[in-house]
């Protein structure tokens, strides 16, 4: 009989080191929700981002990270409180893992621990390989992040989504229009440094296939607390689609495919980007008619 981790493996079809790596990372991410939800977290936070639109959604594309919000702002919240419960979750499946809280460098809201461990060892663990396994140093650490906005900007809505392996359990995320505005927001106003997100155009680009309307309310919120928002009127769509078309004049599109190449399975989705593409498909697609 199957053990539940070789139960979430056969959700993938791995092929190569690469696949073996985000299934192996999939199933820890799957795991810490478990863990979270028995632990009561979901009680007062809820998922959302890119690993929550791939989990629950659907999207294609590989997501590294866990993000969470509290409902309501909460200074006196730890994470730690969550962390060993983590911790106990993934090693009752088999995973030896670090779990530790990420000391903040800045002054921040947001709190986060890492989840750390080696590689090999445990895509040893979870498929039937042999070593050495071609791609994969013997050395190679996984790390994946988990971070809680403690300070979270309101109008978010939820829903309570159910997963049924490796045992039932529960999750409270933001609903699709929530999740779209917190993309949209890290669209218009998440710093590049020196290299462009690119998945966050790639998630953009799911939302407007799926004719998702964004959360205003939620999203005029994000860019008030950010700063991005300085007018006393509403956010209205009109100024949405001014706001994404001189975006899109900013960007590098070859930079931003590059950056999120690694994370798809098809390339060729990626052929199309630039600037006309993206102004184009979002006068097509973009359900912005704020209610």
């Known amino acids: 009989m199957a053990s539940p981790v070789q139960d979430l493996l056969k959700r993938h079809d791995c092929k190569t080191a690469d696949d073996y790596r985000s299934a192996l990372k999939e199933i820890i991410q799957e795991i810490t929700l478990l863990g979270l939800s028995r632990a009561g977290f979901f009680r007062e936070g809820a998922f959302y981002g890119g690993t929550a639109l791939r989990i629950f959604h659907g999207l294609d594309r590989f997501s590294e990270d866990l993000d969470f919000s509290l409902e309501a702002p909460q200074a006196d919240f730890d994470i730690e409180a969550y962390t060993s419960s983590v911790r106990d979750e993934l090693a009752a499946y088999g995973f030896e893992l670090q779990v530790e809280r990420k000391e903040k460098t800045e002054d921040s809201a947001v709190q986060s ?7 090999l060892v445990h895509l040893l663990k979870i498929a039937s390989l042999t070593p050495p396994v071609s791609g994969v140093p013997p050395n190679e650490q996984l790390k994946i992040t988990f971070e809680v906005d403690t300070d979270p900007p309101y109008g978010a809505s939820y829903d309570v989504k159910y997963q049924l392996s490796p045992i039932p359990y529960s999750v409270r995320l933001y609903d699709l229009p929530s999740l779209f505005a917190g993309k949209l927001h890290a669209v218009l106003c998440r710093s590049w440094k020196n290299r462009v997100k690119g998945r966050d155009f790639y998630d953009y680009l799911w939302y407007l296939s799926h004719r998702v309307s964004p959360n205003f309310g939620h999203l005029e919120a994000r860019m008030r607390q950010t700063g991005h928002l300085k007018t006393p009127e509403a956010l209205d769509s009109p100024q949405l689609l001014e706001l994404l078309e001189q975006r899109f004049g900013q960007v590098d599109f070859k930079q931003a495919a590059e950056d999120v190449r690694p994370f798809i399975r098809d390339p060729r ?5 630039n600037r006309e593409f993206f ?13």
Do not use: E, M, Q
């Open 113 to 119: 621990a890492f989840i750390k461990g080696n590689t």
């Open 269 to 273: 989705s990626l052929d199309l980007w």
């Open 279 to 291: 102004s184009s498909v979002t006068k097509d697609w973009l359900k912005a008619d704020r209610p």
